[in-house]
């Protein structure tokens, strides 16, 4: 069970939005590329944990701090005798084990992912002895990409390669796990520990004006056409969807953008690429938010 499901963090909900409207530098795409790959990794893997049967808790996404050192953990599952954590990759290519270090085939090295994995682990170790919650923890790392291969992975190193992820998956299937109170409340500990990420850390530089304008697709976020009766049509994808459910969710995404901005008529129909008209965005506006102010100062929440 996900007690704590995945969300993509608002840094990558914020960057696929910019993405679609304005030219991110070299750098903000790679760095958005990467997030996104990420993400789509951490989510193959909650399809396979989600396939385990038993009783046991995951909670995804977790930013833990002890001693003012925070630390992040991909994925968390707390079965009856053991916690386990994740780290998860899904990075792609031919690379080698040499002196303790990840080399791409070229000899470029790269950072140890099991250096922050077991860096984690002695971090969440620690806070569990801080709040008297005693538990055992392993640590792996996994790779889900099929296009990855490590040569010479020493076999004692806590990582499970793509060859190898169904019948770890498997082992952990058959450990049989009931939980209790105990394992409860551990969940909601960690839980109440969790730190939320700020939304505005590493916001790349935009400004409206520079931003194109329009409604974009929900699923591929290109932007989508008028079609008839109210509907609106993705231009790559297809994707159907009614207008007033489209700006109510473009409105999310000008907030998430623009937090200090004010939401009225007349900035959302600009943000709406200025085909609907003053009098369709206020009805919609009107039904589903709250109306504050007066006259010309008008706003909606
Ligand atoms: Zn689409």
């Known amino acids: ?6 969300l993509a963090t608002s840094e990558l909900k914020l960057l696929r939005l910019l993405n679609a409207r304005m030219n991110l530098t070299g750098r903000e795409k790679q760095h958005y590329l990467n997030l ?37 953990l991909d994925s968390l599952m707390i079965v009856q005798d053991t916690i386990y954590t994740f780290e998860i990759k899904n990075m792609e ?28 682990k002695i971090l969440l170790r620690q806070l569990l002895k801080n ?8 640590a792996f790392v996994i790779f889900v ?8 992975a020493p076999r004692e190193l806590p990582i499970i390669l793509p060859t190898q992820l169904h019948s770890f998956m498997t082992t952990l299937a058959s450990k049989p796990s009931k939980l209790n109170s105990r394992h409860t409340k551990l969940a909601e500990t960690l839980l109440l520990e969790h730190h939320n ?23 591929c976020h290109a932007f989508m056409l008028k079609t008839e009766n109210r509907m609106l049509m993705c231009g790559s994808c297809s994707w159907m969807e009614n207008l007033d459910s489209a700006v109510m969710r473009i409105i999310e995404e000008f907030k998430l953008l623009f937090p200090d901005q004010k939401i009225t008529t007349r900035v959302m129909v600009d943000w709406c690429g200025g085909d609907y008209s003053d009098k369709t965005i206020r009805r919609i506006l009107v039904q589903n938010l709250s109306l504050k102010g007066y006259g010309r100062w008008t706003y909606f929440e």
């Open 1 to 6: 069970m996900f007690y704590k499901p995945r």
């Open 36 to 72: 996104e790959k990420g993400f789509e990794g951490e989510l193959k893997f909650d399809l396979l944990l989600d396939g385990l049967t038993g009783e046991r808790l995951i909670l995804n996404d977790l930013l833990l701090e002890i001693n003012n050192t925070s630390f992040q």
């Open 93 to 120: 290519g031919e690379f080698y084990y040499e002196n303790h270090s990840f080399h791409s085939i070229s000899g470029t090295e790269i950072k140890n992912p099991n250096h922050q994995s077991q860096r984690s």
């Open 131 to 138: 709040i008297n919650l005693h538990f055992p923890v392993e």
């Open 145 to 152: 990409n099929l296009h990855f291969t490590l040569y010479q």
């Open 197 to 219: 990420e700020s939304p505005y850390t590493r916001r790349p530089a935009y400004h409206y004006r520079q931003l194109k304008k329009g409604i974009t697709c929900p699923k």
